[in-house]
Structures are given as C-alpha cells and as structure tokens.
C-alpha cells in the first residue's frame, strides 16, 4: 500500500542554519504531495504542494522538489528560525475506490527545534 | 479560506460516557475526516465520508461511529468511552480530489477519567 517515510526527529538547529528533512513515499501513479506544519497545541496547516514531477512547491521560506525518479519530496530552508519550531509532516494523497475520493497518507512526523 | 471549527478544544469525560465530537467545515467540500493524534504514532485515521450520508473506516475504527447528516457537518461518537481513547482529535476536510490539500481543525484534546 502506499506509505511516506520521513526521517525520525527531533531534528534541533541553531537559528539561521540551513534546514532538510527528508521524505519519501511509496504509491502507485501519480499522488500530488504535501508537507504540514503543526505548532503546540494546534491542528496541521498547509506548508506547501505539489501535484507533479518536478513541481516545486514553496512557502515562507521553504520549499520541496517532487521528485518521482527518486520518490522524493525533501523540504529545506536555508535560515531557519526560532519560530519555525514545530512539527512537519510529509503526506500524499491517493485515490480509494469508494466515491472516488482522495485520502492523505502522512508521515509520522519530524519535531524540529531551532535555538536562538 | 476554509475554515474547519471543533466544537472544543478540551474535553474531560468519564469511562462509559458517551461522546460526541463536532466538527463543522464552511467551503462546501466533499470530503471530511475525523483522526487520533498520540505521541509516537502519527495520524491515524478513524473515519471518514465522502458525501452526505456515506461514510467509510479507516484504519482504527473500533470503538467509534460517525455521522454526516448535513454536508458541512461531521460528527464523530464515542458510544462508551475508554481510558485508551484518551487522545488528541482532528477533523479535517478536503475537495474531493484532495489536490488542494487538507485543511484541518484545531484539535479536541478528548481525556477519559
């Protein structure tokens, strides 16, 4: 079935450092993909997506590469701070038979701490 | 923007309670999903429903039922709760594609005395 791995956290950086967090997915066809953000205590927020090969997609700072030769969607930023603090979560979406509808796989998440 | 409402974002029940959860969406889409959120085990999801009426598991939907009586509202039910459902709870909704993305709630955080 299809699945998203992302690296195991906490990933911990001092300000203005350079950010990556990997991901990468298994799924038949052509899933678009998506990365979230959750802050303490908060649902998930849309980070960024993309919904084809070689889609960049980006937001405030960061941005992810889809990259289906090697099923990969990596985010990064290249000077994080502390309120970037939060957890990501890698997800893709894929069809299911009933209604036709599109249901997210997530990663389990990577806790990202940033001091000043 | 979409906006995805939980009726509470704190709940204390006790065991054998029964619960309901509310979550209301207020951009007319087609699908909508009710998740647990626990330490070390990501996002699982429970239930969700691609129209009014429809509904379909997920991959933990033991203990739970829902309902989707109106197309912007979806109600997750706990019909005896249990101190393992403690947990933090998040409704989401999506058009039916998804290609938009997710758009969730804030999160009930449900605790089961």
């Known amino acids: 079935g299809d699945s998203v791995t992302q690296m195991e956290g906490p990933v911990t950086l001092s300000e203005e450092a350079f950010l990556t967090i990997n991901c990468t997915y298994t799924a038949t066809g052509y899933p678009s993909l998506f990365w979230y953000v959750q802050y303490p205590g908060e649902g998930l927020q849309l980070l960024l997506k993309a919904t084809k090969a070689d889609d960049k997609g980006s937001n405030k700072g960061f941005e992810a590469t889809y990259r289906k030769e090697t099923t990969s969607f990596h985010l990064e930023k290249g000077s994080v701070q502390v309120s970037d603090s939060a957890v990501y979560f890698c997800?893709?979406?894929?069809?299911?038979?009933?209604?036709?509808?599109?249901?997210?796989?997530f990663g389990r998440g990577t806790s990202l701490i940033v001091h000043p | 923007d979409v906006k995805v409402t939980q009726s509470s974002r704190y709940l204390v029940k006790r065991t054998g309670e029964k619960v309901f959860l509310e979550c209301v969406q207020d951009?007319?889409?087609?699908?909508m999903f009710w998740y647990r959120q626990d330490p070390g085990l990501g996002l699982r999801l429970i239930y969700f429903?691609?129209?009014?009426?429809?509904?379909e598991k997920g991959d933990i939907p033991e203990g739970y039922s829902v309902s989707r009586e109106k197309k912007e509202r979806f109600s997750l039910i706990l019909e005896s709760a249990s101190t393992n459902q403690t947990s933090m709870y998040l409704c989401?909704?999506?058009?039916?594609?998804?290609?938009?993305?997710?758009?969730f709630g804030s999160g009930t955080r449900l605790t089961v005395v």
């Open positions: 989401a909704s999506s058009l039916r594609t998804g290609v938009s993305g997710y758009t």
């Open positions: 997800a893709l979406n894929k069809t299911r038979q009933s209604g036709g509808s599109y249901i997210p796989t």
């Open positions: 429903s691609y129209d009014v009426k429809m509904k």
């Open positions: 951009m007319d889409h087609e699908n």
